[in-house]
């Protein structure tokens, strides 16, 4: 994949070597600039070449409703064929091992993905054939190919629990075979280790342990990594002779070895707060993995390890023309939450700007999703003219295993936000931010963590950027015919009924908007965005506008063309973010 100069989308492309792929000389399979064109917004899906490299699968949602056309495109000639199915989702795109079929994913009425279809090449799609459905709205569907090819792997899952099906891929016709029936609270993963399947399951292991079992009997589990407390697996690459599990412990991501004979190693290349995950392993016979590695002061890099002796060499490095690195300088430090729990935040700055410096606080905050600290070129731009930023990971994430998530959902939640006030208010204690001077932003739950920061305390902080905010939840969580609503009560709670009514009303930024001065806002929506419908972050900015008792700027934008993730296009999101870091800067001057 490359990008060139003046065009919004990436170029995909195919070559036979590394050398050729760095030239130009590389065959283009697929450019989303000429499939853009026409269309004010543009996301690529899928991309999915068969096994014989004779067809690609791909699909694009011209809209930002998630709605997704799949076509197939020749090689040979650059063209599509006539095969073109509508309304696909994000829930993943498979082929046969004969490349004859093609299973994806279509959406229910309230955009949940729930059933597989099987098309075969070259036949109407209107007799493509039902796979797999789950009637049950609190499971999403998807699909994938184990790293091996073997099988294609459908997984049914919930926000507390989940199911796998396993079919042949050289049998594409043969039923889907399950792996083990849903039960409540339980979650598991598979895919395929030689002689074995690897499951990835929360069974007796709150943060999760890897287990085998045997393909003819793949209910039949075996430990083989054994939980351990606080040392949460989020993902697993299977190798021969190496399983490569990705893991979260003390707030930091990590990539562990585990050989064939139990024998465990951990690859430590940094020290300071940073983010390791895994890269482009296609080859599962091979004597190095392929990681990439960033850090709030280090693009991020692409590195190849051996697996032997863990010595590693550096690949590629996303090139920063005109930036000093070591101009700038991170950090972690611990808050202590209002109960006693001690929370993380990491602060980056650039090192010729020392004490009480304006700030900007970043956090999310739900889902168990963790946030590890990343690189941004457009960050640079507010740590040269003085601020500093910092990343909060309340509870409600998962940076510090299951546990941390759970104490910040459901009857919980209340933690995430008084997590981050914590953060925020030990930050000017330290004299590490101005605590007149500063900026709060998140996105979606993180829009949520924004509202209900600026209510809680609406005098702590001078500026707010709440991006596609999720904050009417007690009316949003009330009505199952909602897209997500379902589903989503395994993370809120159902207030249709108590304690969750209270409770959530408690926190619901729309519901605690109260008369009082607040600092400067910017809100945005996307007029086609399924996650969060345009009119909750609308009706919330009308209420603020209706009783605020000052006079701060109050911004309310919406994409008319645009879902959930903004604009898109590389030029229309560089010139969002210019935007949103003006008003940052705008509003937290002096006598701003």
Same mark, same amino acid.
């Given at each position: 994949? &490359?990008?060139?100069? $003046?065009?919004?989308?990436?170029?995909?492309?195919?070559?036979?070597?590394?050398?050729?792929?760095? $030239?130009?000389?590389?065959?283009?399979?697929?450019?989303?600039?000429?499939?853009?064109?026409?269309?004010?917004?543009?996301?690529?899906?899928?991309?999915?070449?068969?096994?014989?490299?004779?067809?690609?699968?791909?699909?694009?949602?011209?809209?930002?409703?998630?709605?997704?056309? =799949?076509?197939?495109?020749?090689? +040979?000639?650059?063209?599509?064929?006539?095969?073109?199915?509508?309304?696909?989702?994000? $829930?993943?795109?498979?082929?046969?091992?004969?490349? &004859?079929?093609?299973?994806?994913?279509? /959406?229910?009425? #309230?955009?949940?993905?729930?059933?597989?279809?099987?098309?075969?090449?070259?036949?109407?799609?209107?007799? %493509?054939?039902?796979?797999?459905?789950?009637?049950?709205?609190?499971?999403?569907?998807?699909?994938?190919? #184990?790293?091996?090819?073997?099988?294609?792997?459908?997984?049914?899952?919930?926000?507390?629990?989940?199911?796998?099906?396993?079919?042949?891929?050289?049998?594409?016709?043969?039923?889907?075979?399950?792996?083990?029936? &849903? @039960?409540?609270?339980?979650?598991?993963?598979?895919?395929?280790?030689?002689?074995?399947?690897?499951?990835?399951?929360?069974?007796?292991?709150?943060?999760?342990?890897?287990? #085998? /079992?045997?393909?003819? !009997?793949?209910?039949?589990?075996?430990?083989?990594?054994?939980?351990?407390?606080?040392?949460?697996?989020?993902?697993?690459?299977?190798?021969?002779?190496? =399983?490569?599990?990705?893991?979260?412990?003390?707030?930091?991501?990590?990539?562990?070895?585990?050989?064939?004979?139990?024998?465990?190693?951990?690859?430590?290349?940094?020290?300071?707060?940073?983010?390791?995950?895994?890269?482009? !392993?296609?080859?599962?016979?091979?004597?190095?993995?392929?990681?990439?590695?960033?850090?709030?002061?280090?693009?991020?890099?692409?590195? %190849?390890?051996?697996?032997?002796?863990?010595?590693?060499?550096?690949?590629?490095?996303?090139?920063?023309?005109?930036?000093?690195?070591?101009?700038?300088?991170?950090?972690?430090?611990?808050?202590? /939450?209002?109960?006693?729990?001690?929370?993380?935040?990491?602060?980056?700055?650039?090192?010729?700007?020392?004490?009480?410096?304006?700030?900007?606080?970043?956090?999310?905050?739900?889902?168990?999703? +963790?946030?590890?600290?990343?690189?941004?070129?457009?960050?640079?731009?507010?740590?040269?003219?003085?601020? @500093?930023?910092?990343?909060?990971?309340?509870?409600?994430?998962?940076?510090?295993?299951?546990?941390?998530?759970?104490?910040?959902?459901?009857?919980?939640?209340?933690?995430?936000?008084?997590?981050?006030?914590?953060?925020? !208010?030990?930050?000017?204690?330290?004299?590490?931010?101005?605590?007149?001077?500063?900026?709060?932003?998140?996105?979606?739950?993180?829009?949520?963590?924004?509202?209900?920061?600026?209510?809680?305390?609406?005098?702590?902080?001078?500026?707010?950027?709440?991006?596609?905010?999720?904050?009417?939840?007690?009316?949003?969580?009330?009505?199952?015919?909602?897209?997500?609503?379902?589903?989503?009560?395994?993370?809120?709670?159902?207030?249709?009924?108590?304690?969750?009514?209270?409770?959530?009303?408690?926190?619901?930024?729309?519901?605690?908007?109260?008369?009082?001065?607040?600092?400067?806002?910017?809100?945005?929506?996307?007029?086609?965005?399924?996650?969060?419908?345009?009119?909750?972050?609308?009706?919330?900015?009308?209420?603020?506008?209706?009783?605020?008792? !000052?006079? /701060?700027?109050?911004?309310?934008?919406?994409?008319?063309?645009?879902?959930? $993730?903004?604009?898109?296009?590389?030029?229309?999101?560089?010139?969002?973010?210019?935007?949103?870091?003006?008003?940052?800067?705008?509003?937290?001057?002096?006598?701003?």
């Amino acid at each position: 994949t &490359r990008t060139v100069e $003046g065009l919004s989308y990436p170029i995909h492309c195919r070559a036979s070597s590394l050398t050729e792929a760095e $030239g130009l000389t590389a065959e283009i399979i697929l450019d989303q600039n000429k499939e853009a064109e026409g269309h004010e917004f543009f996301d690529l899906g899928a991309l999915e070449p068969d096994h014989q490299h004779q067809l690609v699968a791909w699909s694009a949602d011209t809209a930002g409703n998630e709605h997704y056309t =799949l076509r197939i495109r020749d090689t +040979s000639t650059g063209t599509d064929l006539d095969d073109t199915i509508p309304d696909t989702t994000w $829930g993943g795109v498979t082929w046969s091992t004969d490349s &004859r079929h093609l299973f994806y994913v279509v /959406a229910d009425d #309230t955009e949940r993905p729930y059933q597989v279809r099987r098309h075969e090449i070259g036949t109407p799609t209107s007799s %493509d054939e039902i796979v797999f459905t789950d009637q049950d709205e609190r499971f999403y569907v998807g699909i994938e190919l #184990t790293r091996s090819g073997r099988y294609i792997v459908i997984h049914s899952g919930s926000k507390t629990s989940s199911e796998v099906h396993l079919i042949d891929a050289s049998h594409p016709l043969s039923e889907p075979q399950c792996v083990r029936p &849903r @039960a409540e609270h339980v979650e598991y993963a598979v895919d395929d280790w030689e002689q074995t399947l690897v499951i990835t399951t929360n069974l007796d292991a709150e943060d999760f342990q890897i287990m #085998t /079992a045997p393909h003819d !009997n793949p209910s039949d589990w075996t430990t083989f990594v054994a939980h351990e407390p606080g040392r949460r697996i989020t993902a697993v690459e299977p190798f021969k002779g190496v =399983l490569a599990i990705h893991q979260w412990a003390n707030a930091q991501p990590q990539i562990r070895l585990i050989d064939s004979d139990g024998n465990s190693r951990t690859i430590n290349l940094q020290q300071e707060p940073h983010d390791i995950e895994f890269g482009a !392993n296609e080859n599962f016979i091979t004597d190095t993995i392929r990681i990439r590695l960033q850090s709030l002061t280090q693009p991020s890099t692409v590195i %190849d390890v051996k697996l032997d002796d863990l010595s590693h060499l550096i690949i590629r490095q996303t090139p920063t023309p005109n930036v000093t690195l070591d101009d700038y300088v991170s950090e972690r430090h611990w808050a202590t /939450a209002e109960d006693g729990t001690t929370v993380p935040y990491d602060i980056v700055r650039h090192q010729d700007h020392h004490g009480a410096i304006p700030a900007v606080i970043y956090a999310y905050g739900s889902y168990e999703i +963790s946030l590890p600290p990343w690189f941004s070129v457009a960050r640079l731009s507010l740590l040269d003219r003085g601020l @500093a930023w910092i990343l909060v990971h309340p509870r409600g994430g998962g940076e510090l295993g299951r546990q941390w998530y759970l104490n910040g959902k459901f009857l919980n939640k209340r933690n995430t936000f008084t997590d981050v006030l914590a953060a925020t !208010n030990n930050a000017i204690s330290q004299g590490l931010i101005d605590g007149e001077r500063l900026a709060i932003r998140g996105g979606s739950a993180g829009g949520l963590m924004v509202g209900a920061c600026i209510t809680m305390q609406p005098d702590l902080y001078s500026s707010a950027v709440a991006e596609v905010p999720f904050v009417d939840v007690v009316s949003t969580m009330s009505d199952p015919t909602l897209p997500l609503t379902v589903t989503e009560w395994e993370e809120w709670g159902d207030p249709r009924s108590e304690p969750y009514a209270s409770y959530i009303e408690s926190y619901s930024p729309y519901d605690n908007t109260r008369p009082a001065d607040y600092p400067a806002v910017f809100i945005t929506a996307g007029l086609n965005d399924p996650r969060v419908s345009v009119h909750e972050p609308a009706k919330w900015a009308a209420r603020l506008r209706d009783v605020r008792t !000052n006079d /701060a700027p109050l911004l309310f934008k919406t994409e008319m063309g645009a879902g959930h $993730g903004g604009p898109s296009g590389r030029y229309a999101a560089w010139e969002d973010e210019a935007r949103t870091l003006t008003f940052i800067l705008e509003t937290t001057r002096p006598g701003s």
